[in-house]
């Protein structure tokens, strides 16, 4: 049977914030020490960034970097990242079990920054695990203040008379999770979280705030959890983070194609929690939705051993996934339910951006490569600009075990300003195509400028350090507008960019 839907400007999500493109860096494994930062590197420059590692970030177009972590900020101590790199003290980083050398810290992060470019900002994450406000006041005049106080003069005596202009703060990272080093009850962290905005705030009117929901859906106070934080810090941050990573559970691939189901219901789940708490405080406002770690991580959950009790590595292989097609298709899906939701998601954390479940992969002293999920964000991060359309899919369904009936077609389709839509779609299907049929209404859409697919014979085929091209994105014949119509079909389990004007 053919999938159906109907575009229209007058039916749209809303704007899609640049910021929902964003990564995740955090120090853990190999994701700075040989992955994005290798002194000595032949493509190393003179600050130690590994240029070929930046041209890729460059070309996945990646708006925003949240920093330093992820479980690691929670017994992060921010000075010791600053300073003369001799100085800087060896520690245990509690979080990864190894050993944290401080080569890069927060200067070396705003250096690596500036050498992205001007379109991408930092997320900064705070220590609200084993610190709290007065902490979180320090770094930020450190990081912020012009000049003529302490932290200020300190940072331009470290080589960085320039502020860092830091924006955007997590105010901690999943500290619902027993796991988190000074993990607390939603109460405890409802209060320290207000209480750290409202000194932030004091400090700067303008900073973007986003406080800790849950670390995942099925964590047992998921949803009361945001409502009790909420209840403390709703007038105060602007965002509140969701957190999911995505695998195939007991081989069940279907579902685990569908796995977007997921991602959509939790959206939408914390959105109702949100404007829940909003009418019980009689408040207009609307808290943004930060889903500022998410992705798909279980190919190194099989592999790696990770450091014995006795063991402090430093930078670690950890979490080092080697994604197939089939990840890059579940990546897709899950960049357009993101789109999907782009009225509420305001932004979004790839996690993480080199190495440890990561887009891009480094070789120590060797090349740097795409993996296969690199392709779809860097498509959607290019493509997916402007008014997100509502696409409402009428499309075969399959059953899978975790969400029931799943629609074959998971899709969303995005206008940009100069009036040319992107189409992104996924076909579910593992063994069928899906003929589609797209009904285009005042759209003023008369060619198509390419159709783009991600599909292979082989559904575990990856790109490797011996391999690093076998698996991109093809050109796709035979995909046809007409009076207002397009028809196309999408291959068994793909990932397709079908770009109109
Ligand atoms: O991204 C890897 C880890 O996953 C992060 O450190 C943590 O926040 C999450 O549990």
């Not at 006795?310 to 197939?324: F, I, K, N, Q, S």
């Not at 090349?367 to 690199?374: L, V």
Request: include cysteine.
């Amino acid at each position: 049977r053919t999938a159906r839907l109907t575009l229209g400007p007058a039916f749209t999500v809303g704007d899609v914030d640049p910021r929902l493109f964003g990564s995740f860096v955090e120090h853990l494994g190999r994701c700075v020490y040989t992955g994005l930062y290798e002194p000595g590197h032949p493509a190393a420059d003179a600050a130690g960034l590994r240029r070929d590692v930046l041209a890729l970030v460059r070309e996945l177009g990646v708006t925003l970097v949240r920093y330093p972590g992820g479980n690691f900020v929670s017994g992060h101590r921010w000075e010791d990242s600053v300073g003369p790199v001799a100085d800087r003290p060896r520690r245990l980083d509690d979080a990864w079990h190894s050993t944290e050398t401080h080569r890069f810290g927060l200067s070396e992060f705003h250096g690596f920054l500036r050498a992205l470019g001007p379109r991408t900002a930092p997320l900064m994450a705070l220590n609200l695990g084993t610190r709290g406000v007065a902490d979180a006041l320090r770094l930020h005049e450190y990081a912020n203040h012009p000049s003529g106080t302490a932290l200020s003069g300190l940072r331009a005596a470290h080589g960085d008379p320039e502020p860092f202009g830091i924006r955007m703060w997590c105010l901690g990272n999943e500290m619902d999770g027993p796991w988190q080093t000074g993990h607390k009850t939603a109460e405890e962290y409802g209060r320290l979280a207000a209480e750290t905005a409202r000194a932030l705030r004091r400090r700067d009117p303008g900073a973007e705030l986003v406080v800790c929901g849950s670390s995942g859906r099925s964590m047992p106070t998921f949803a009361t959890w945001e409502a009790t934080v909420l209840a403390h810090t709703h007038d105060l941050v602007d965002h509140i983070s969701l957190h999911a990573y995505y695998e195939p559970l007991d081989g069940d691939v279907d579902s685990f194609l569908a796995s977007a189901v997921d991602m959509e219901r939790h959206i939408e789940e914390i959105a109702a929690t949100c404007d829940h708490v909003a009418a019980r405080l009689k408040s207009a406002k609307r808290i943004g939705l930060a889903f500022d770690e998410w992705n798909v991580w279980y190919t190194s959950r099989r592999r790696e051993r990770g450091p014995g009790p006795d063991e402090w590595p430093e930078a670690p292989r950890l979490l080092e996934d080697h994604y197939t097609v089939t990840d890059a298709v579940v990546v897709g899906s899950l960049l357009i339910a993101l789109l999907r939701h782009a009225d509420r998601v305001r932004l979004a954390c790839l996690a993480q951006l080199v190495n440890v479940i990561a887009p891009i992969m480094t070789e120590p002293g060797g090349p740097a490569w795409r993996q296969t999920t690199f392709y779809p964000f860097a498509q959607a991060a290019r493509h997916g600009r402007g008014r997100v359309l509502d696409v409402r899919v009428d499309a075969p369904v399959h059953r899978t075990d975790r969400y029931g009936e799943a629609a074959l077609l998971h899709a969303t389709a995005v206008r940009a300003g100069d009036g040319s839509v992107t189409l992104f779609a996924v076909n579910r299907s593992r063994t069928e195509p899906l003929p589609l049929d797209v009904a285009l209404r005042g759209l003023r859409l008369t060619d198509v400028i390419g159709h783009s697919a991600l599909a292979d014979a082989d559904p575990d085929a990856r790109n490797t350090l011996d391999r690093p091209e076998r698996v991109s994105p093809r050109r796709v014949a035979g995909t046809v507008l007409r009076d207002g119509r397009l028809t196309t079909v999408l291959e068994p389990l793909s990932w397709n960019v079908i770009r109109l004007r």
